[in-house]
């Protein structure tokens, strides 16, 4: 199975933390890189954090200093620990592989960012 099945989502007061995992052996192992993207209601999808299989990862600039992407080999699965969550981390959150391929898309995780 290439599609990974995201979990790990809520509803949190602003500051909190989160952690997404992203399970798929395929996707996880198989993609030189990898990554987390989100899409807020009206907004266009983004690529939030990706990893290449060397361990180099990238962040956009809204969740730098904030959120750390990891992946683990041996348990097959994508992380997304974010910290300080915020109103406007408000989204779905998805893993695939980046750049993404259309038929890896699954249902996601929603994140709620509100006091």
């Known amino acids: 199975q290439a599609q990974g099945v995201e979990s790990g989502g809520g509803f949190v007061q602003p500051g909190a933390s989160l952690t997404l995992s992203c399970l798929g052996s395929?996707?996880?192992?198989?993609?030189?890189?990898v990554g987390w993207f989100r899409q807020a209601p009206g907004k266009e999808r983004e690529l939030v954090a990706n990893i290449l299989d060397i361990g180099t990862t990238e962040y956009t600039d809204s969740v730098k200093g904030r959120f750390t992407i990891s992946r683990d080999s041996n348990k097959n699965t994508l992380y997304l620990k974010m910290n300080n969550l915020q109103p406007e981390d408000t989204a779905n959150y998805f893993c695939?592989?980046?750049?993404?391929?259309?038929?890896?898309w699954g249902q996601g995780t929603q994140v709620t960012v509100s006091s």
């Open positions: 395929s996707l996880v192992l198989r993609f030189r890189s």
């Open positions: 695939n592989s980046d750049p993404p391929i259309r038929r890896l």
